[in-house]
């Protein structure tokens, strides 16, 4: 069954601190990719998402995302983080032709100190 | 534009009582609508696929006959919790997509309390 991990389960850092989110999924067939963030209290935003073409893509807030399809991953990157970004990330597989089906990672919560 | 509504947000209810949850597109139709489960500190675990007018596909181990859905219109899904128990306490989430579109849109969850 596919599945998708997410390595770090809680991140501390410091404002101004550069980031990196670990996301591995198993599937060997064309997936769509996404991360999501949900800030204390509110629903899910969509950062950034992933369908083809340039594998580096970027999203808002500063966020960037590659994908590196030898290693099934789509790392989460910001160069320097703010206490605003405290908040949970999950990282999503969409498999293709399966009905728009979203696989979720088990989600990494990141706190960033002032 | 992509909004997508929750009713109630939160919502209390004895053990035993049903309890309907309801998921509206707000600006666009819906093909496809989603429930997910979240529980505190955990990941979105998909319930079931919900396409308008035909049954929704549940995932293993998802009880068909205790989490009811139906999608009657394109901008309209319901969740209904039967016999609710306290175990069944839990933040729902919907989301929806358009045909052709790989992104969903998600609700803002309701959080159900069962005493």
């Known amino acids: 069954a596919q599945s998708v991990s997410q390595h770090n389960h809680h991140v501390i850092l410091s404002e101004a601190a550069s980031l990196e989110l670990g996301c591995n999924y198993s599937?060997?067939?064309?997936?769509?990719l996404f991360w999501y963030v949900q800030y204390p209290g509110q629903h899910l935003q969509l950062l950034l998402k992933y369908f083809s073409g340039d594998p580096l893509v970027k999203g808002i807030k500063g966020f960037e995302a590659e994908f590196i399809k030898s290693k099934f991953s789509f790392n989460l990157r910001k160069p320097s983080v703010q206490w605003s970004d405290t908040a949970e990330y999950f990282c999503a597989v969409n498999v293709y032709n399966q009905g728009g089906k979203l696989i979720f990672g088990q989600g990494t919560e990141l706190s960033v100190k002032p | 534009g992509a909004v997508v509504s929750q009713h109630p947000s939160w919502v209390i209810c004895k053990s035993g009582t049903s309890v309907k949850i309801e998921c509206r597109s707000l600006?666009?139709?819906?093909?496809?609508m989603f429930w997910y489960r979240q529980f505190p500190k955990q990941s979105l675990m998909l319930m079931a696929t919900s396409n308008e007018g035909s049954k929704a596909t549940y995932e293993q181990g998802v009880e068909k006959d205790k989490f009811l859905i139906n999608h009657a219109s394109l901008t309209l899904s319901t969740l209904t919790v039967t016999s609710a128990h306290p175990e069944d306490s839990s933040f729902y989430i919907c989301?929806?997509?358009?045909?052709?579109?790989?992104?969903?849109?998600f609700g803002p969850g309701t959080r159900l309390t069962v005493t």
């Open positions: 600006d666009f139709q819906a093909t496809t």
């Open positions: 989301s929806a997509t358009l045909a052709g579109v790989h992104e969903q849109y």
């Open positions: 599937y060997g067939g064309t997936v769509n």
